[in-house]
Each structure stands twice: as C-alpha cells, then as structure tokens.
C-alpha cells in the first residue's frame, strides 16, 4: 500500500531540465558528469542531479509557500550552474526540445533507473531528451490530492500554452508550439489518471498494476498530473522548459492559485466527462498554443485557450490577491496579451538569422544572463 506523506497545503516546489550544450555549434553535448563533479567540489546544498541522457542537468528548488522565495533560490542556482558551465565551456538553456539535436547521438547517464528505462524502452529513452518542467502542490493526504489532479486536468491546456517551448525538433519546424509532449506519448503509461474516487481506490488500481507487473513503483507513471505520494504533492508534468527562470516561477504561482481556489471551493466534485474532451484540448495546446480550442465537456461551450486562461484568472482575483500571488498572474496575462509566446520568440529568431544554431545561442544566453 503507498503511503501518502502529508505535507502543508499549497507549498510549492519546481523542477526544471535545462540543455547542455557546446559553444561551438550550440548542439547538444555530453556534459552532465563534468559540470556535477565541479559543481561538487563546492558546498551548495541544491538540488542538482543527471537525468536520462548526458546532455540534460535537472534543477530542483527545496518547499517553498511564496512564489518570489522560490525566484530568488533559482536565481541563485542559476549563478552557480552559470559559473560551472563557463569553466567547461558549456551553454546552459531553457526549451521544451533542442531544435537540431538527433536522438540517435545521445548517451544514456550511467545510472541503474536510467540503464533499465533504457533496456526496456529501446530508442524511446534517448528520445526521451526533451526538457520540462514539473510543479509541485503540497497537499494534506491521499484523498485531497486525487481530487486536485482531477480539478486540474481541465486546465491542462493552460499549462501546456503557456509554456509551449518546443516548435523545432531534429532540425523541423514541426508547426506545433509545443513538440515535447509528442515524445512522452509514446510512453505506454502516459496520458491521464484514471478516474478514481480517493487515494483507497487509487491503492486498489496501484495494486492490481503491481500486481500484473505492469508497475514496480509511482515512477513508471508518465502522467501528465499525478500524485506523488513520498513527496504529499501534486505533480504536474506537461510544461515545456521555459526560456526564462520568471515564466517558471509565475507558472507554479498559477498553479498554487489554482489549486488555493479548488480547495477552498468544497462544493465542486470531480467530473468523469472533462476526459472526454482532455485528449483534444491538450492536442489543441500543443499544436496551436493560446490559439487552440477548449472544449468545456459539461457546457459544450468552445473557447480558444487564450480566452479561457484570461477568463479563469479574472475568477481568480480574488484568490490571487489573498495568496500574494497577483503579479506572477499579471505576468502571464501581459505576456497573453502582448502575443508572447517562448514558441513566438524562437521562431522569430529563427526567421531574423535563418540559423538554429544561433537560436540556440540566443536562447542560451537568455538563460544564464536573463
């Protein structure tokens, strides 16, 4: 039986996977070992590890309850990293996917999880070099945590649009904002949560997976939102990188905001129908970003996901003011409204040199000195 660890409502935390690269071609490169020995040699006490392939590094902020307390620590570990990969000659950047990189290039870090992904999943692991970032949300127990990730998966979209980070891959403008979540659909256990009632029901599905071998641990799930229950949060996993550490943190700020409204809000249960239209409008927010379509299940009513952000942050004002989160939200809404975009901005970059190298330099250096 998982035991779900309980932890304060609302406590925030982030995790973010950044590109290593070369400053010669800005590809990717294999780096992750060099830049965590030199980072080692200091005393830092952060959170930075490997991921999958040696060309990802993964930051990871301590439990925060304020949004610009976590700004601060991530402005500080990017100083350190910065100053790390200055010594090795190395670019740090933000992005859902490299834009040129080929997967087939990549090298598996020399860890035991990431060696068994590998042997399990074949080429899917070193396509699996793509770039999020994950938001925690403490919650008080199991239950209260199945039906945030409920609440939350009709925003998802929300999520996905404003983040979106990714139009290039393997040298494409693959006409979406965001290619990443591509990539991780390919994950037999991805996709959504199934429809459980309480964190008893969610043990008896756990079990019964365990049981049929299928799942050995939480890990095995690729969902978009999920419990984590070593951790007593809500995770939610389907965020591009950003390109700046500021979209970052207003994007956990959203989802604290968020998540303050729906615990507050007792009367609103869970709905099995916002998964009939869950597959589509996360489609529609990574092909098209802020000008896809949102499909309200109950109402029928089609909104583009720029308007239905725009309108749930005006029912979120309130809540917003409370929590101390209003200039993260109107960080967003100005980039909404100012058509900005991380998509927007790398296409443009593209178009000004004609060169994806350069963008990557450009986006490079937007992370370690923005």
Same mark, same amino acid.
């Given at each position: 039986?998982?035991?779900?660890?309980?932890?304060?409502?609302?406590?925030?935390?982030?995790?973010?996977?950044?590109?290593?690269?070369?400053?010669?071609?800005f590809?990717?490169?294999?780096?992750?070992?060099?830049?965590l020995?030199?980072?080692?040699?200091?005393?830092?006490?952060?959170?930075?590890?490997?991921?999958?392939?040696?060309?990802?590094?993964?930051?990871?902020?301590?439990?925060?309850t304020?949004?610009?307390?976590?700004?601060?620590?991530?402005?500080?570990?990017? @100083?350190?990293?910065?100053?790390?990969?200055?010594?090795?000659?190395?670019?740090?950047?933000?992005g859902? @996917?490299?834009?040129?990189?080929?997967?087939?290039?990549?090298?598996?870090?020399?860890?035991?999880?990431?060696?068994?992904?590998?042997?399990?999943?074949g080429?899917?692991?070193?396509?699996?070099?793509?770039?999020?970032?994950?938001?925690?949300?403490?919650?008080?127990?199991?239950?209260?945590?199945?039906?945030?990730?409920?609440?939350?998966?009709?925003?998802?979209?929300?999520?996905?649009?404003?983040?979106?980070?990714?139009?290039?891959?393997?040298?494409? #403008?693959?006409?979406?904002?965001?290619?990443?979540l591509?990539?991780i659909?390919?994950?037999?256990?991805?996709?959504?949560?199934?429809?459980?009632?309480?964190?008893?029901?969610?043990?008896?599905?756990?079990?019964?997976?365990?049981?049929?071998?299928?799942?050995?641990?939480?890990? #095995?799930?690729?969902?978009?939102?999920?419990?984590?229950?070593?951790?007593?949060?809500?995770?939610?996993?389907?965020?591009?990188?950003?390109?700046?550490?500021?979209?970052?943190?207003?994007?956990?700020a959203?989802?604290?905001?968020?998540?303050?409204?729906?615990?507050?809000?007792?009367?609103? @249960?869970?709905?099995?129908?916002?998964?009939?239209?869950?597959?589509? +409008?996360?489609?529609?927010?990574?092909?098209?970003?802020?000008?896809?379509?949102?499909?309200?299940?109950?109402?029928?009513?089609?909104?583009?996901?720029r308007?239905?952000?725009?309108?749930?942050?005006?029912?979120?004002?309130?809540?917003?003011?409370e929590?101390?989160?209003?200039d993260?939200?109107?960080?967003?809404?100005?980039?909404?409204l #100012? +058509?900005?975009?991380?998509?927007?901005?790398?296409?443009?970059?593209?178009?000004?040199?004609?060169?994806?190298?350069?963008?990557?330099?450009?986006?490079?250096?937007?992370?370690?000195?923005?």
């Amino acid at each position: 039986m998982l035991e779900f660890r309980t932890s304060t409502p609302l406590t925030i935390g982030v995790e973010l996977e950044l590109q290593i690269v070369n400053r010669r071609d800005f590809n990717l490169t294999r780096g992750s070992s060099d830049l965590l020995v030199l980072l080692d040699k200091q005393k830092h006490g952060y959170d930075i590890k490997p991921e999958i392939t040696e060309s990802m590094i993964e930051i990871a902020t301590s439990v925060h309850t304020r949004h610009r307390e976590m700004l601060a620590e991530l402005e500080a570990m990017r @100083a350190l990293l910065a100053s790390a990969a200055d010594k090795l000659n190395l670019g740090l950047a933000g992005g859902g @996917a490299h834009p040129f990189q080929h997967w087939e290039d990549q090298r598996i870090f020399p860890a035991d999880r990431y060696r068994l992904v590998s042997e399990l999943y074949g080429y899917l692991a070193k396509q699996f070099t793509v770039y999020g970032q994950h938001i925690h949300i403490g919650c008080a127990d199991g239950d209260e945590a199945v039906r945030l990730v409920h609440l939350l998966a009709r925003h998802i979209p929300h999520f996905i649009a404003l983040s979106a980070s990714s139009p290039f891959y393997q040298g494409v #403008d693959t006409l979406f904002q965001s290619s990443r979540l591509t990539s991780i659909n390919a994950f037999p256990l991805s996709g959504y949560m199934p429809f459980v009632a309480d964190w008893d029901a969610f043990n008896r599905y756990f079990d019964k997976m365990s049981s049929l071998k299928i799942v050995a641990s939480m890990k #095995d799930f690729y969902w978009d939102i999920r419990p984590k229950p070593e951790y007593g949060t809500v995770e939610i996993r389907v965020c591009d990188t950003p390109l700046s550490i500021d979209t970052a943190v207003a994007l956990a700020a959203y989802a604290q905001t968020l998540s303050k409204y729906f615990f507050a809000q007792r009367d609103l @249960a869970p709905m099995q129908d916002t998964y009939l239209t869950y597959s589509y +409008n996360r489609f529609q927010a990574c092909r098209f970003g802020l000008a896809g379509s949102s499909i309200n299940p109950v109402s029928g009513q089609q909104l583009t996901i720029r308007e239905d952000i725009l309108h749930t942050f005006e029912l979120l004002r309130d809540v917003a003011q409370e929590l101390g989160t209003a200039d993260a939200i109107a960080l967003l809404r100005k980039r909404i409204l #100012d +058509n900005q975009s991380d998509a927007n901005w790398l296409r443009t970059k593209y178009q000004q040199s004609g060169s994806l190298s350069d963008v990557v330099r450009q986006q490079s250096k937007l992370w370690m000195m923005h």
